[in-house]
């Protein structure tokens, strides 16, 4: 009972950034304030376990896996879910509303990921189109957060070294506070990957989040720029060259 | 103090805490709160290309910036627009224009007690308006969407926006490191979802324009439509994970 | 060298009363013409940032022809009314749209009437 009051207060002390001043204080009506921004904390990632239980198609992908012919991200594209909740090198920013909850990313790739999990209690839909960020739906059930997400693409990877997911993967994540010992209070994401054609038992991990308030998220673009520069613009500058060089400037 | 005695103690000190901060629930942050409803501008919202207004044709700019604009043009024409525009080629905005464009991407405004975001759907950026914050230090870097700071007059949202990463002399919409960008943003009647979302956006940049420069956009709320996943430059992956080329005759 | 980075990166002024620059700019359709077809839809990939799909027409001396229609971007078609399985490969589909200035069988797409005879327009968007 001590621990859950010093919890609550945890979020009460710190001034700066929305949604700090509890639980019940931000309106949101939310049995716990997850909002502001959290940096991973890469020591604490479980790891995936040494033998992967994938299915044959999913171990030949990992096999074969290159990265600059597989991975989405070298062409700015992103790491979509649940690679955004997995990486440890990027601050997420948690958006806190009534109506449901939104996890941002800007990893320094063409746009800031975006996920926006409605609380509202309505299924999910059967077949959603496959996006990068998926769908999905929440629901608090006591003090967690619990998160459903479906219709993912199955070009996204699921990490950097090349294991990769099916259409039908489905995610299920339960978000939490816990006071962890010299630490403080984390944001502990407990995530489960189900995917029968790609693993052939659920994956799990948890990962650890620690808040930054200090941390503002901002909106690198070199990825963009340098993908305009190589694949873009630099044709452009042989053609502008050509011109020049015809109407016998120098 | 024995070990009971100091948790009753810590106990009330944290229920009384608790009660203070569930009693002061609700109120809006800043300290010198007026009994002024303040608009809420959550919600996702389309351009209203019909009432919004225009940059104007004949811009007040500088002479000397008219003059390197004149040199610019003379040393690259002619430019093919359909293929030498940055933001064709998916460079995402700077401000204003994340706000002035008319054409039918919608953005979200999401408020929390004292940050306001903006995300946009056209290059998925990400606007923090800070309100009642202190000013951005001198070391802040500039971005696309600048530092923005917000304060409330009555029921209309001034937000002052500098920090913006400058376009040089040459593009179409100029912009030097003494940008500041002025909003007075504001509820109003009508429109078809029965609000509309009133933006007076000021440019102010004495290094590029003689005197200051303001559309009056309007925004349309778009109920029943989310900000959707898009992403400019996506037909480069897809053309490349399936083998061909990308369909977009401008690339 | 700087000076010619300069004109390669930053692009030309428009002094006109143009509304700020829109993601994209489809120049190269001429969109003062016009032009009708009607045909069968070959394949049809519904995406962003931009939507297209292939058609064959058959024209008045029966010689098969592929014509290209250039679209928007998929979130946007949705939003304002073309639904899944509106439009896919086998329909015959009229679609009347811009051609492109060098290509008269490479047309941006201003209005579609589908196989279901549901007719959509590019109107709606901008």
Same mark, same amino acid.
């Given at each position: 009972?001590?621990?859950?009051?010093?919890?609550?207060?945890?979020?009460?002390?710190?001034?700066?950034?929305?949604?700090?001043?509890?639980?019940?204080?931000?309106?949101?009506?939310a !049995?716990?304030?997850?909002?502001?921004?959290?940096?991973?904390?890469?020591?604490?990632?479980?790891?995936?376990?040494?033998?992967?239980?994938?299915?044959?198609?999913?171990?030949?992908?990992?096999?074969?896996?290159?990265?600059?012919?597989?991975?989405?991200?070298?062409?700015?594209?992103?790491?979509?879910?649940?690679?955004?909740?997995?990486?440890?090198?990027?601050?997420?920013?948690?958006?806190?509303?009534?109506?449901?909850?939104?996890?941002?990313?800007?990893?320094?790739?063409?746009?800031?990921?975006?996920?926006?999990?409605?609380?509202?209690?309505?299924?999910?839909?059967?077949?959603?189109?496959?996006?990068?960020?998926?769908?999905?739906?929440?629901?608090?059930?006591?003090?967690?957060?619990?998160?459903?997400?479906?219709?993912?693409?199955?070009?996204?990877?699921?990490?950097?070294?090349g294991?990769?997911?099916s259409?039908?993967?489905?995610?299920?994540?339960?978000?939490?506070?816990?006071?962890?010992?010299?630490?403080?209070?984390?944001?502990?994401?407990?995530?489960?990957?189900?995917?029968?054609?790609?693993?052939?038992?659920?994956?799990?991990?948890?990962?650890?989040?620690?808040?930054?308030?200090?941390i503002?998220?901002?909106?690198?673009?070199?990825?963009?720029?340098?993908?305009?520069?190589?694949?873009?613009?630099?044709?452009?500058?042989?053609?502008?060259?050509?011109?020049?060089?015809?109407?016998?400037?120098? | 103090?024995n070990?009971?005695?100091?948790?009753?103690?810590?106990?009330?000190?944290?229920?009384?805490a608790?009660?203070?901060?569930?009693?002061?629930?609700?109120?809006?942050?800043?300290?010198?709160?007026?009994?002024?409803?303040?608009p809420?501008?959550?919600?996702?919202?389309?351009?209203?290309?019909?009432?919004?207004?225009?940059? !104007?044709?004949?811009?007040?700019?500088?002479?000397?910036?008219?003059?390197?604009?004149?040199?610019?043009?003379?040393?690259?024409?002619?430019?093919d627009?359909?293929?030498?525009?940055?933001?064709?080629s998916?460079?995402?905005?700077?401000?204003?224009?994340?706000?002035?464009?008319?054409?039918?991407?919608?953005f979200?405004?999401?408020?929390?007690?004292?940050?306001?975001?903006?995300?946009?759907?056209?290059?998925?950026?990400?606007?923090?308006i800070?309100?009642d914050?202190?000013?951005?230090? !001198?070391?802040?870097?500039?971005?696309r969407?600048?530092?923005?700071?917000?304060?409330?007059?009555?029921?209309?949202?001034?937000?002052?926006?500098?920090?913006?990463?400058?376009?040089?002399?040459?593009?179409?919409?100029?912009?030097?490191?003494?940008?500041?960008?002025?909003?007075?943003?504001?509820?109003?009647?009508?429109?078809?979802?029965?609000?509309?979302?009133?933006?007076e956006?000021?440019m102010?940049? !004495?290094?590029?324009?003689?005197?200051?420069?303001?559309?009056?956009?309007?925004?349309?709320?778009?109920?029943?439509?989310?900000?959707?996943?898009?992403?400019?430059?996506?037909?480069?992956?897809?053309?490349?994970?399936?083998?061909?080329?990308?369909?977009?005759?401008?690339? | 060298?700087?000076?010619?980075?300069?004109?390669?990166?930053?692009?030309?002024?428009?002094?006109?009363?143009?509304?700020?620059?829109?993601?994209?700019?489809?120049?190269?359709?001429?969109?003062?013409?016009?032009?009708?077809?009607?045909?069968?839809?070959?394949?049809?990939?519904?995406?962003?940032?931009?939507?297209?799909?292939?058609?064959?027409?058959?024209?008045?001396?029966?010689t098969?022809?592929?014509?290209?229609?250039?679209?928007?971007?998929?979130?946007?078609?949705?939003?304002?009314?073309?639904?899944?399985?509106?439009?896919k490969?086998?329909?015959?589909?009229?679609?009347?749209?811009?051609?492109?200035?060098?290509?008269?069988?490479?047309?941006?797409?201003?209005?579609?009437?589908?196989?279901?005879?549901?007719?959509?327009?590019?109107?709606?968007?901008?």
């Amino acid at each position: 009972m001590i621990a859950a009051l010093l919890a609550t207060l945890a979020g009460c002390g710190k001034s700066d950034g929305p949604g700090t001043a509890g639980a019940a204080a931000d309106g949101t009506g939310a !049995p716990i304030d997850i909002a502001g921004v959290w940096l991973p904390d890469a020591s604490r990632a479980e790891p995936w376990p040494e033998q992967l239980p994938l299915t044959p198609a999913a171990r030949s992908m990992v096999e074969n896996f290159n990265p600059s012919e597989h991975d989405p991200t070298t062409f700015c594209m992103p790491f979509g879910t649940p690679r955004n909740m997995l990486q440890t090198d990027y601050p997420l920013e948690i958006v806190q509303t009534a109506q449901r909850v939104m996890m941002v990313l800007q990893p320094n790739l063409a746009n800031s990921e975006v996920r926006r999990i409605p609380l509202d209690g309505n299924p999910l839909p059967e077949s959603p189109d496959p996006s990068w960020y998926g769908t999905s739906r929440g629901r608090w059930e006591g003090s967690t957060l619990v998160v459903e997400t479906i219709g993912l693409r199955p070009d996204a990877l699921v990490s950097g070294n090349g294991l990769r997911h099916s259409e039908e993967l489905r995610v299920i994540e339960k978000l939490s506070l816990v006071n962890v010992p010299e630490r403080g209070q984390m944001l502990v994401d407990e995530i489960e990957l189900h995917d029968p054609k790609a693993y052939e038992q659920p994956l799990k991990t948890r990962r650890y989040f620690v808040r930054a308030p200090q941390i503002q998220l901002r909106e690198p673009t070199s990825c963009i720029e340098l993908q305009w520069i190589d694949k873009l613009w630099r044709q452009r500058l042989e053609e502008h060259a050509a011109a020049g060089r015809k109407a016998g400037k120098s | 103090m024995n070990t009971r005695m100091r948790y009753t103690r810590l106990s009330g000190a944290l229920l009384t805490a608790l009660a203070f901060s569930i009693l002061f629930s609700g109120r809006a942050a800043a300290a010198d709160e007026t009994v002024v409803a303040r608009p809420d501008f959550s919600g996702v919202w389309l351009p209203d290309s019909k009432a919004s207004g225009r940059w !104007p044709a004949q811009r007040p700019f500088t002479p000397a910036m008219a003059e390197l604009r004149a040199k610019w043009e003379k040393a690259t024409a002619p430019i093919d627009l359909t293929r030498d525009d940055e933001h064709i080629s998916c460079m995402p905005y700077t401000l204003p224009y994340m706000m002035t464009t008319i054409t039918q991407y919608p953005f979200e405004i999401v408020s929390t007690p004292r940050r306001i975001y903006i995300f946009t759907e056209v290059y998925g950026q990400v606007r923090r308006i800070d309100i009642d914050a202190p000013p951005p230090s !001198p070391e802040t870097l500039p971005s696309r969407t600048g530092t923005s700071r917000g304060r409330w007059e009555g029921s209309q949202l001034v937000v002052e926006t500098t920090n913006i990463l400058p376009e040089a002399e040459g593009s179409r919409y100029p912009g030097s490191p003494a940008l500041k960008v002025v909003e007075r943003l504001s509820l109003a009647e009508g429109g078809p979802g029965g609000k509309q979302l009133v933006n007076e956006v000021t440019m102010h940049d !004495p290094l590029v324009y003689r005197e200051p420069i303001t559309i009056r956009m309007v925004y349309k709320l778009a109920t029943g439509v989310e900000v959707g996943e898009y992403i400019c430059n996506q037909d480069l992956w897809d053309a490349h994970r399936d083998g061909t080329s990308s369909k977009i005759p401008w690339r | 060298m700087r000076s010619i980075l300069l004109a390669c990166i930053i692009f030309a002024t428009l002094a006109t009363s143009l509304p700020a620059p829109a993601h994209h700019s489809t120049a190269n359709f001429d969109s003062e013409k016009t032009a009708t077809v009607t045909g069968v839809v070959t394949y049809f990939a519904f995406t962003n940032p931009h939507s297209y799909f292939d058609m064959d027409v058959v024209d008045e001396k029966g010689t098969k022809r592929q014509y290209k229609i250039f679209t928007v971007a998929k979130v946007v078609m949705t939003r304002n009314g073309w639904e899944a399985g509106d439009l896919k490969a086998g329909d015959k589909v009229t679609v009347i749209g811009n051609p492109d200035r060098k290509d008269p069988r490479y047309m941006y797409l201003q209005k579609v009437t589908f196989a279901s005879g549901k007719e959509w327009s590019r109107e709606r968007v901008f």
